[in-house]
């Protein structure tokens, strides 16, 4: 059998020059830079709208084994692995009302979770739980973060409605001193720091926009008095109001239906649309819940984890739209099998390309308005930028009260004091919702909004001012005890909650030992760190001409891939399996290597 370029379909040249001039259209100068700091110029909009009552307590002042900051997926498992491995005198500290991080934060219409909930829900068969759906709603999430922490007696002395302002370590006592906005002081010996890696929203410096005078919120904190309804829709106050929102990413893919069926007159504004896949969501089938074995969840995990990771396995259990690019890969290298193409990386390719013809196809089932659906096809190669799954999100652009305005590349250009201007026009609303992500690669301190002094008060944003340097992508020198969690220089996922678990078990892992020796200060030494940067950056290189050649996004550090961390640049791109059996090998040794312990 041979692989006949003319029997495609496609041409792959004419695909790559367009996808090279759309990319350039979007790439910008100021790369990250175009966004702005919500902190310092709107610190209003990260206000809490979930807290009905908002919380007086007095100042606490004692000793602790752990702290762990943020309660949400990173949190909650850390906790959970450190209570099961005997850590009781721990504290969680929290931002929010409450423990569920992103699925706390993220309470717009129709939040939903892309990674298949039985993998996606961490711990299902210690908590004996069994999702749904095969795709969990928010609350659903929710109430299983609550569960998690429940079981591992996590609302134990948490401190919620409490954020962090300083962590210092004192190096005269070996305790991290955890400073709070409501004047506790916390002395620690073991920190975790569980921040969540898409968790500090951010804004388009867009010109205008302190000058924008209507209702105006982010999508992570939606204002129900405003719209009305709740997350599975029914924004009953929109029906008298035009609504603008600004972005096409994961998050607006989802809320757009409801807003197209709710508001007098929706404009979406897009910048570059997203690659929108099938969403097949079903009911949990009991027949097979019935089969299950137990152990059944890890390898359901690992599964999708090493077909995302570009890995074969003889079967695909997950078989969703994130592992069938491994399909489309199998289906081209068997029409190769004579060999009459030699580089995989070409295969690889052509899977893309064939996998987003139909993604492109996709657009005109829905949309029969040429020029709309035109506008709504993405053009670049599948991963680089998040794949999205909506059965809802194309129909509404055959809606009367709903307008694509797309910006060929460009974005919004400005607002006045009630509009949103793209290619010189006016595009009047009463209200303008966000949803324009989250800071990635900005300063770890920035986004973690405190900022952490280690040994002789050094800065972590002094001691990363060259880039980011750690062990495993959790420890670094001169922090000692420091867990910084999240996927910095770690293995990459898909699914984030099999990152954060097995980065829990290894917190949890050295915080035993620290905790059972004489010795328990641990740091991790300058030359394992280098060492680990290096193993990093090879396995990221070979992945650089795919990141340069990606439409810009957080995947790519903006189409600035060599200049900050981004996704691609900043991680082991060896694979996720591989990087989880070096933290295994690692702790099976026993012997805490490159790491000193006093
Ligand atoms: P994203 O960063 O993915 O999307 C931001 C959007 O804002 C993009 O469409 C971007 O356009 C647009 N934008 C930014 N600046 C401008 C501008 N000046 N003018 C017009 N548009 C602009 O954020 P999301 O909140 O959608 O998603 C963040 C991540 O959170 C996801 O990638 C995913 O990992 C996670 N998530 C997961 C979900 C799930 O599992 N279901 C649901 C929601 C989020 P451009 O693309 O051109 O940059």
């Known amino acids: 059998m041979s692989l006949d370029l003319d029997e495609l379909g496609f041409d792959p040249d004419a695909l790559r020059e367009k996808y090279r001039t759309e990319r350039d259209k979007r790439l910008r100068p100021e790369g990250i830079g175009q966004y702005i700091h919500i902190d310092d110029e709107f610190p209003t909009m990260l206000d809490d709208p979930h807290v009905t009552e908002p919380l007086a307590r007095d100042a606490i002042d004692e000793h602790l084994d752990a702290v762990v900051i943020g309660a949400g997926f990173c949190g909650l498992l850390s906790g959970a692995r450190l209570r099961q491995a005997g850590v009781e005198n721990l504290r969680m500290i929290e931002a929010a009302a409450d423990v569920g991080g992103t699925w706390y934060w993220n309470q717009y219409p129709g939040v939903q979770c892309d990674i298949e909930s039985y993998i996606y829900l961490s711990l299902l068969e210690e908590l004996d739980y069994m999702p749904r759906l095969k795709y969990a709603y928010g609350p659903e999430i929710r109430n299983h973060a609550q569960n998690i922490a429940h079981r591992f007696d996590l609302y134990d002395g948490a401190l919620f409605q409490t954020w962090v302002t300083h962590l210092a370590w004192d190096t005269d006592a070996d305790r991290w001193i955890v400073s709070t906005n409501r004047g506790d002081r916390l002395a620690a010996r073991f920190v975790v720091v569980g921040n969540g890696p898409l968790s500090k929203p951010k804004l388009p410096g867009l010109r205008g926009i302190e000058?924008?005078?209507?209702?105006?919120f982010h999508t992570s904190r939606?204002?129900?008095?405003?719209?009305?309804?709740?997350?599975?829709?029914?924004?009953?106050?929109?029906?008298d109001k035009k609504v603008g929102i600004v972005g096409t990413g994961a998050t607006a893919i989802q809320c757009i239906p409801h807003l197209g069926e709710a508001a007098e007159h929706l404009y979406v504004?897009?910048?570059?649309?997203?690659?929108?896949?099938?969403?097949?969501?079903?009911?949990?089938?009991e027949e097979w819940v019935a089969s299950l074995e137990?152990?059944?969840?890890?390898?359901?995990?690992?599964?999708?984890?090493?077909?995302?990771?570009?890995?074969?396995?003889?079967?695909?259990?997950?078989?969703?739209?994130?592992?069938?690019i491994i399909r489309k890969f199998s289906g081209m290298a068997n029409k190769n099998r004579d060999g009459a193409i030699g580089d995989m990386a070409l295969l690889a390719e052509l899977a893309d390309f064939e996998k987003m013809e139909e993604i492109r196809a996709r657009v005109d089932e829905f949309v029969n308005d040429p020029a709309i659906a035109d506008s709504l096809k993405p053009w670049y190669r599948q991963f680089c930028k998040r794949p999205c799954f909506h059965d809802d999100y194309l129909p509404t652009f055959t809606r009367d009260n709903v307008t694509l305005v797309d910006t060929d590349?460009?974005?919004?250009?400005?607002?006045?004091r009630d509009a949103v201007v793209v290619g010189g026009e006016e595009y009047e609303v009463d209200c303008l919702i966000f949803a324009t992500g989250?800071?990635?690669?900005?300063?770890?301190?920035?986004?973690?909004?405190?900022?952490?002094?280690?040994?002789?008060?050094?800065?972590?944003?002094?001691?990363?001012?060259?880039?980011?340097?750690?062990?495993?992508?959790?420890?670094?020198?001169?922090?000692p005890n420091l867990f910084l969690m999240g996927g910095m220089q770690s293995g990459v996922t898909p699914n984030f909650t099999e990152l954060y678990n097995e980065q829990?078990?290894?917190?949890?892992?050295?915080?035993?030992?620290?905790?059972?020796?004489?010795?328990?200060?641990?740091?991790?030494?300058?030359?394992?760190?280098?060492?680990?940067?290096?193993?990093v950056a090879d396995t990221a290189n070979p992945h650089s001409t795919f990141a340069r050649n990606c439409t810009p996004g957080y995947y790519n550090n903006e189409?600035?891939?060599?200049?900050?961390?981004?996704?691609?640049?900043?991680?082991?791109?060896?694979?996720?399996?591989?990087?989880?059996?070096?933290?295994?090998?690692?702790?099976?040794?026993?012997?805490?290597?490159?790491?000193?312990?006093?």
């Open 504 to 535: 829990s078990r290894h917190v949890a892992y050295i915080v035993r030992e620290g905790l059972e020796q004489p010795e328990q200060v641990i740091e991790a030494q300058p030359d394992a760190v280098a060492a680990w940067v290096q193993t």
């Open 409 to 416: 590349g460009k974005g919004v250009e400005r607002l006045t």
């Open 269 to 285: 504004f897009q910048r570059t649309p997203s690659s929108v896949d099938v969403r097949n969501n079903r009911p949990t089938d």
């Open 438 to 479: 989250f800071e990635v690669g900005t300063d770890y301190s920035r986004r973690a909004s405190m900022e952490i002094r280690g040994i002789g008060g050094v800065t972590l944003t002094e001691h990363w001012e060259d880039g980011i340097t750690t062990l495993h992508g959790l420890m670094t020198n001169d922090f």
């Open 222 to 239: 939606w204002d129900y008095e405003y719209t009305g309804g709740d997350t599975a829709g029914g924004l009953s106050k929109l029906a």
């Open 211 to 216: 000058d924008f005078g209507g209702k105006m």
């Open 559 to 598: 189409g600035q891939p060599g200049q900050g961390p981004g996704w691609f640049g900043g991680n082991f791109m060896g694979g996720a399996q591989a990087f989880f059996a070096i933290l295994r090998d690692w702790r099976e040794r026993g012997d805490l290597a490159g790491m000193e312990r006093r």
């Open 294 to 324: 137990p152990g059944w969840q890890e390898e359901r995990i690992a599964n999708f984890s090493i077909l995302t990771s570009g890995g074969m396995a003889t079967e695909d259990l997950v078989s969703d739209g994130w592992t069938d």
